[in-house]
Nanobody, 121 residues
Framework: QVQLVESGGGLVQPGGSLRLSCVLS????????MGWHRQAPGKQRELVAS???????IYADSVKGRFTITREYAKNTVYLQMNSLKPEDTAVYYC???????????????WGQGTQVTVSS
């Protein structure tokens, strides 16, 4: 059974940084494209970053230049490095396993439990 566990969230001041981690168990990370989404209170969940099986990363305009998605196969882990954080980045962040038949990221039905990121002074 494929499962995801996120960690690394917390409270940070504006301009600060956090690194989120997402550990995949029950399968091999190299098989999948992966995505990071977030959901702020009262808003729909949105895709902020994705990475294809080829390593191509795509970012939402709102985070481009500030967030970086990477993966480490040896640890079966995907990361989201978040720099220059803003209050509007406050949300619960979720990682997602892409559909296995695609090399590019197409969101699938396996989600982690989420990790809270709060940006506030």
């Amino acid at each position: 059974q494929v499962q995801l566990v996120e960690s690394g969230g917390g409270l940070v001041q504006p301009g600060g940084s956090l690194r989120l981690s997402c550990v995949l168990s029950g399968s091999t990370l190299s098989r999948y494209a992966m995505g990071w989404h977030r959901q702020a209170p009262g808003k729909q969940r949105e895709l902020v970053a994705s990475i294809s099986t080829f390593g191509t990363a795509i970012y939402a305009d709102s985070v481009k230049g500030r967030f970086t998605i990477t993966r480490e196969y040896a640890k079966n882990t995907v990361y989201l490095q978040m720099n220059s954080l803003k209050p509007e980045d406050t949300a619960v962040y979720y990682c997602n396993v892409g559909q296995a038949q695609y090399n590019i990221y197409i969101d699938g039905n396996i989600w982690g439990q989420g990790t809270q990121v709060t940006v506030s002074s």
